[in-house]
């Protein structure tokens, strides 16, 4: 009768060690399939953003190139008039004149 007790004392035992050994399985595999769907939903949405940012970026540049490019001919224009006008004089300014040297006068 102790025997008969002892091995029914096993059975339970080694059940619930079988039910959480398969509660394992299930919380790993449920864990494996969480972490691969938000691991294919970040890639996704990094693929989305880098998408995104190129297209910003190249018209971005296509701005900044465009910008520096009208800068660049206004001042080239600039430039050129002002190197191509003649040089400033002044109207209005006094001419200066030498003297004319005194011829000391002595008498032979």
Known sequence: MLRNSLISCKLPLGDSYR????????AVAHLESTSSHAI???????????RVLGEEYR??????????????I????LVEQRLSLPPH??????V????QPIKPRIKP
Request: glycine share 10%; net charge neutral; hydrophobic share 50%.
């Open 19 to 26: 039910g959480a050994a398969e509660d394992a399985r299930r």
């Open 40 to 50: 294919s939903s970040t890639q996704r949405a990094a693929e989305e953003l880098v």
């Open 59 to 72: 018209w971005s540049l296509f701005a900044l190139l465009s910008i520096a490019l009208l800068v660049g």
């Open 74 to 77: 206004g001042i080239g224009v």
């Open 89 to 94: 004089t002044a109207a209005g300014s006094p």
């Open 96 to 99: 200066v004149q030498r003297p």
